[in-house]
């Protein structure tokens, strides 16, 4: 059970009136125990959930069942469309939820260079979680400010940019929005001026749209 100071955290967020102080030691309760507890699950059902009552109402049970599972009391998803009915064959989703080789590649080698001591942009990013299912709106939050604006660009699993955002310096927190099909997207967040960005280098990350069409295997 949340306590009220919880509880209150999460209504400063809703509202977004969440403190800067309140910022960090709302990080700090969704990645402690590495996201294995209350509070981190009740933001990610509260997310999953806005996110889904987006959709067409059609999709609305199946997506729920899916990605709630024994979580949500749903009795019978027999008569839910199959992947035709939905807009796409199961070909295609398996074409847009097909990693990108050279871009996973490159988040597995800048996320073991985090840890040999040197600070990078990458180890600077809190979050999003790598693998974050994520409709509409990516949340970032920096361990620090970065003297240099930040360039975020989302790539599509073909390594295609498909989102623009320019972030001021400085800020440690930030929302890049966007309206994309179903699929496994990519970020990457670059530092603007020179120096800097050959001093910290870039971060990037992997994320999901809908993935609850995302087919099994």
Same mark, same amino acid.
């Given at each position: 059970?949340?306590?009220?100071?919880?509880?209150?955290?999460?209504?400063?967020?809703?509202?977004?009136?969440?403190?800067?102080?309140?910022?960090?030691?709302?990080?700090?309760?969704?990645?402690?125990? $590495?996201? $294995?507890?209350?509070?981190?699950?009740?933001?990610?059902?509260?997310?999953?959930?806005?996110?889904?009552?987006?959709?067409?109402?059609?999709?609305?049970?199946?997506?729920?069942?899916?990605?709630?599972?024994?979580?949500?009391?749903?009795?019978?998803?027999?008569?839910?469309?199959?992947?035709?009915?939905?807009?796409?064959?199961?070909?295609?989703?398996?074409?847009?939820?097909?990693?990108?080789?050279?871009?996973?590649?490159?988040?597995?080698?800048?996320? %073991?260079?985090? $840890?040999?001591?040197?600070?990078?942009?990458? %180890?600077?990013?809190?979050?999003?979680?790598?693998?974050?299912?994520?409709?509409?709106?990516?949340?970032?939050?920096?361990?620090?400010?970065?003297?240099?604006?930040?360039?975020?660009v989302i790539y599509d699993n073909?390594?295609?940019?498909?989102?623009?955002?320019?972030?001021?310096?400085?800020?440690?927190?930030?929302?890049?929005?966007? %309206?994309?099909?179903?699929?496994?997207?990519?970020?990457?967040? $670059?530092?603007?001026?020179?120096?800097?960005?050959?001093?910290?280098?870039?971060?990037?990350?992997?994320?999901?749209?809908?993935?609850?069409?995302?087919?099994?295997?």
């Amino acid at each position: 059970m949340l306590s009220t100071e919880d509880q209150n955290l999460i209504e400063q967020y809703n509202n977004q009136t969440l403190s800067n102080e309140n910022k960090l030691l709302f990080v700090e309760k969704i990645l402690a125990n $590495n996201g $294995n507890n209350d509070f981190a699950k009740t933001i990610k059902l509260q997310i999953t959930v806005e996110q889904i009552l987006q959709k067409h109402p059609v999709m609305e049970a199946r997506i729920i069942a899916e990605k709630l599972g024994k979580d949500l009391p749903i009795e019978d998803t027999d008569d839910m469309p199959d992947h035709e009915e939905i807009g796409y064959t199961l070909s295609e989703l398996l074409q847009m939820f097909a990693p990108a080789p050279e871009l996973e590649e490159s988040i597995a080698t800048r996320s %073991s260079s985090a $840890n040999d001591g040197q600070k990078t942009l990458q %180890s600077i990013v809190v979050l999003p979680e790598n693998g974050l299912n994520c409709d509409d709106v990516l949340f970032f939050d920096l361990d620090e400010p970065i003297a240099s604006p930040l360039q975020c660009v989302i790539y599509d699993n073909q390594h295609k940019g498909v989102v623009e955002q320019q972030i001021v310096a400085n800020e440690v927190s930030f929302d890049v929005t966007f %309206s994309l099909p179903p699929g496994r997207y990519y970020w990457e967040l $670059n530092p603007t001026d020179r120096t800097t960005r050959q001093q910290l280098g870039r971060a990037v990350g992997m994320f999901l749209v809908n993935e609850g069409l995302m087919p099994e295997g």
